[in-house]
């Protein structure tokens, strides 16, 4: 399986920055899609942030972009997300996500990251 550690939240002020970090224990190239998802306090769903596939095609929730920035690193075997113009609304458990279908089908999940903007 693929395990997925993230890394980089904290506590920020609104238009502040933050880069979150996952790294994975496969190799990232072999992987079709990364991303990040986050799950704000009183959803119960998580929502798309920002997905990378294997070609380096991403993909954003319109409530981010122009802000964030997903980013692959397939010698680190790492994804990123680069955070501009933070909003209170951006605060939020940040999930890294991996999926892919070779050998088999999978879709892990990280820990989670809390990242906390205040106004």
């Known amino acids: 399986q693929v395990q997925l550690v993230e890394s980089g939240g904290g506590l920020v002020q609104a238009g502040g920055s933050l880069r979150l970090s996952c790294a994975a224990s496969?190799?990232?190239?072999?992987?079709?899609?990364m991303g990040w998802y986050r799950q704000a306090p009183g959803k119960q769903q998580r929502e798309l942030v920002a997905t990378i596939s294997s070609g380096d095609s991403t993909n954003y929730a319109d409530s981010v972009k122009g802000r964030f920035t997903i980013s692959r690193d397939n010698v680190k075997n790492k994804v990123y997300l680069k955070m501009n113009s933070l909003k209170p609304e951006d605060t939020a458990v940040y999930y890294c996500?991996?999926?892919?279908?070779?050998?088999?089908?999978?879709?892990?999940w990280g820990q989670g990251t809390q990242v906390t903007v205040s106004s």
């Open positions: 996500n991996a999926v892919g279908a070779v050998p088999f089908r999978y879709d892990y």
């Open positions: 496969a190799s990232t190239f072999r992987i079709n899609v």
